[in-house]
């Protein structure tokens, strides 16, 4: 409508119709201005790792603290420094003869200790070489040729022995160290020449070592009441697949498939049906066979705090604070009694109620608001069971070095490649359980293939 009618030629109807004609008009005018304003203010709002799954290396950096700040923390770890060694290799008595100011002769016996420090050094690093020389003939009487048999591990193959193995993969898969760079501190620094295509196929060697113990870890996993699970990408021969990580207290197993659908799940549970399972809301994840569902409120708490700053002041910030008392509940659960968590839980969940109740006109606000309608009976599962965790942070920190490794290598050039790299972080994150370091976890898994002390219940 460019002009408006003259209103004293119009009929009651026409006026009317031209009030109802305007306040439609009206009311998409209002409609469209408050989409272009929270367009507006979510672009204001950037992601960072406070309220989002961005890391902190991409997100907002901190401000260089002032030089008295730093004082201050220089001053606070004055008292601290490294432990000293309760088992030294040998120990140096100094004790003066003399007064260093004057010379004067001094008793030994008056001297009082006055510190002590230690200095560390390296021995100098040389390869243990053992030459094989077998010998052999023909039997005199049924003329055949025979060899003398040579002690376990030295049959004849490849030169480097297990402490190489378990050196060069605690190298390439704990510290994402190229073959380039390792085939160079392999000769410098340990004296032990290897080539690059040497340092592969002694992966190739190494995989087959650890799949019993893989294989023990997917059985026990598979007899879990537990089971915490999440994902992240993998580049694989250029392409993107993913990297899967099921776990608790007791086991971690990684696998890496093409795809981050349910039938990876699936595959992996065949068909064993945990009590519990932790996890965030990625669908394949929602679709998990357990009985009871823990969704991740590490997430849930970031996304909150997204609304908040994208504008929702009704929804978001009222539910931030439900999460934030649940989690102050879990933290106190050892120290209440039943009832009193009991009360807890009640009063927990009319907050709960209260909150789906609110009207938020925020979009942000809206979505987290029909999420957890959707949801909420698996929000506050942790609450009635101590050993259930309220986040799946464990899973995430199983996966960290795995985004390290792929930023690093850029990936896997073979399939062999990512497999191996699965199962040393499946041995490795299971054996770190259990307080065990990754160096150690590797070697006892390559010296002893068969053994599976790591992973015993």
């Known amino acids: 409508m460019k002009d408006l009618p003259k209103l004293g030629k119009l009929s009651i109807e026409g006026r009317e119709a031209l009030i109802y004609q305007l306040w439609e008009q ?10 272009l304003r929270e367009k507006l203010e979510k672009k204001a709002v950037k992601k960072t790792s406070t309220n989002s799954s961005l890391p902190p290396s991409e997100g907002f950096k901190p401000e260089i603290k002032s030089e008295q700040d730093q004082k201050r923390k220089r001053q606070a770890h004055q008292n601290g420094g490294r432990e000293l060694d309760q088992a030294p290799n040998q120990i140096i008595i100094a004790k003066a003869n003399h007064c260093p100011h004057c010379q004067t002769k001094v008793e030994l016996e008056t001297q009082k200790l006055q510190a002590v420090y230690e200095k560390v050094e390296l021995p100098k690093i040389e390869p243990i070489i053992t030459q094989i020389q077998r010998y052999g003939g023909q039997c005199p009487n049924c003329q055949k040729t025979y060899e003398a048999p040579v002690p376990d ?18 190298l390439r898969y704990s510290h994402a160290i190229s073959y380039e760079r390792m085939s ?13 295509g040497g340092l592969a196929e002694l992966f190739k060697r190494v995989k087959a070592q650890l799949d019993p113990q893989v294989q023990a870890i997917l059985q026990r996993l598979q007899s879990s009441r537990m089971v915490c699970s999440d994902e992240t990408s993998a580049r694989v021969n250029g392409k993107n697949e993913w990297e899967w990580v ?4 007791q086991v971690c197993l990684h696998v890496i498939r093409p795809s981050r659908g349910t039938q990876v799940i699936t595959e992996i549970m065949a068909g064993h049906q945990p009590e519990i399972w932790v996890s965030d809301l990625f669908s394949a994840q929602k679709k998990n066979p357990a009985t009871n569902w823990q969704v991740c409120l590490a997430h849930q708490l970031r996304d909150c705090q997204y609304a908040i700053d994208a504008g929702d002041k009704i929804f978001a910030p009222v539910f931030k604070q439900i999460l934030l008392r649940a989690f102050v509940i879990h933290k106190k659960y050892q120290k209440w009694t039943d009832s009193t968590l009991y009360q807890y839980r009640c009063d927990l969940n009319r907050r709960l109620a209260r909150a789906l109740a609110l009207t938020p006109i925020q979009s942000d606000g809206v979505r987290l608001q029909k999420r957890y309608r959707k949801i909420q009976q698996h929000l506050f599962l942790f609450l009635d069971d101590a050993s259930i965790p309220p986040t799946n942070n464990s899973s995430e920190q199983a996966l960290r070095l795995s985004v390290i490794f792929r930023k690093v290598t850029n990936g896997f050039r073979s399939d062999w490649g990512k497999e191996l790299f699965a199962a040393v972080r499946s041995i490795v994150n299971t054996a770190r359980r259990q307080g065990v370091s990754a160096f150690e976890a590797i070697t006892n898994a390559i010296s002893a293939p068969s053994s599976l002390s790591l992973i015993s219940p």
């Open 153 to 170: 591990g030295m049959e004849q193959g490849s030169p480097f022995g297990k402490s190489i193995e378990s050196l060069a993969t605690y």
């Open 184 to 196: 160079q501190l392999m000769g410098e620094v340990f004296g032990v020449k290897i080539s690059e």
């Open 26 to 35: 009206i009311q998409k005018l209002e409609q469209e201005n408050r989409e």
């Open 246 to 249: 099921f776990q608790n207290e």
